[in-house]
C-alpha cells in the first residue's frame, strides 16, 4: 500500500525565515509526485511535478526537490499569503487501469507579519 | 477561463439518504476524478473517469458510484449515506489519465446528520 508522510504537521514562522516542509513516501514504482496549496474552504491548487530523483521546480519563493524517498518543499523569505496547508501526493507506476493519488495529511504552515 | 465548477457547494443530509454531486470540468479536459477529503486529512481518491468510462476506483464501497457525461460532466452519487460521509467531496480535472496535474474544483462540503 502506497503512503505519504508529511512533516511537521504543522509549522508557525515569521515573515522572512525560511524552512522546509517534508514528504517522505513509500511506493511500488514512483510515476512521480505532486505538490499543492490548499486555502481554507478551497480544492488544491497545482504548485509542482517532480517525475525523479535530483529533479528540482521554482516558483517564486517556492522550490521542490525530489529523492528516492523524499521531497523537500523549501519556502525562502515566506510572507504572510503564503499561509496555507501544503498538500504532499504521489502516482505510482502500474500497469492496467488508471490510478488516483495517494495524499499526505498535509503541512498547515502559518507566516506571522 | 472557468476553472472546475461544482454544485451544490454545501449540503446537509439526514443517515440513510442519497446524494448526488456535480462536477464541470475545465473545458478541454476529458478526464476528471473524485476525491474524499475528511477534515484534517489529505483528499483520499474515489474514482477517475475518461471518455465516459470508469478508469480507476479507489477502496470505497459500493454505496459511491460515479458517471461522465457526454460532454464530460461527472455525478458522483452517495447511497445509504451514513454519519462518516460527511466531508468535502473533490472534482479534479485533466487532459488525459497520464501523469498529468488535477485541478481542483472547490468543492461540494456534505454534512450527513
Known amino acids: 500500500e502506497d503512503q505519504v508522510t508529511q512533516s511537521p504537521e504543522a509549522l508557525r514562522l515569521q515573515e522572512g525565515e525560511s524552512s522546509s516542509l517534508n514528504c517522505s513516501y513509500t511506493?511500488?514504482?514512483?510515476?512521480?509526485l505532486f505538490w499543492y496549496r490548499q486555502d481554507p474552504g478551497k480544492g488544491p491548487e497545482f504548485l509542482f511535478t517532480?517525475?525523479?530523483a535530483g529533479e528540482e521546480k521554482e516558483k517564486e519563493r517556492l522550490k521542490a526537490t525530489l529523492t528516492k524517498k523524499e521531497s523537500f518543499l523549501h519556502i525562502t523569505a515566506p510572507k504572510p499569503e503564503d499561509s496555507a496547508t501544503y498538500l504532499c501526493?504521489?502516482?505510482?507506476?502500474?500497469?492496467?487501469?488508471?490510478?488516483?493519488?495517494?495524499f499526505g495529511k498535509g503541512t498547515h504552515l502559518i507566516i506571522q507579519p | 477561463d472557468a476553472g472546475v465548477t461544482q454544485s451544490p457547494t454545501h449540503l446537509i443530509k439526514t443517515r440513510g439518504q442519497h446524494v448526488t454531486l456535480r462536477c464541470s470540468p475545465i473545458?478541454?479536459?476529458?478526464?476528471v476524478s473524485w476525491y474524499q477529503q475528511v477534515l484534517g486529512q489529505g483528499p483520499q481518491f474515489i474514482f477517475q473517469?475518461?471518455?465516459?468510462?470508469?478508469?480507476g476506483r479507489g477502496n470505497f464501497p459500493d454505496r459511491f458510484s460515479a458517471r461522465q457525461f457526454p460532454n464530460y460532466s461527472s455525478e458522483l452519487n452517495v447511497n445509504a449515506l451514513l454519519l462518516g460521509d460527511s466531508a468535502l467531496y473533490l472534482c479534479?480535472?485533466?487532459?488525459?489519465?497520464?501523469?498529468?496535474?488535477?485541478?481542483f474544483g472547490n468543492g461540494t462540503r456534505l454534512t450527513v446528520t
Open positions: 511506493v511500488s514504482g514512483l510515476r512521480g
Open positions: 517532480l517525475y525523479s
Open positions: 473517469y475518461y471518455e465516459k468510462e470508469e478508469r
Open positions: 479534479a480535472s485533466s487532459l488525459g489519465t497520464g501523469f498529468l496535474p488535477l485541478h
Open positions: 501526493a504521489v502516482q505510482a507506476r502500474r500497469g492496467g487501469g488508471a490510478d488516483g493519488l495517494t
Open positions: 473545458s478541454g479536459h476529458k478526464s
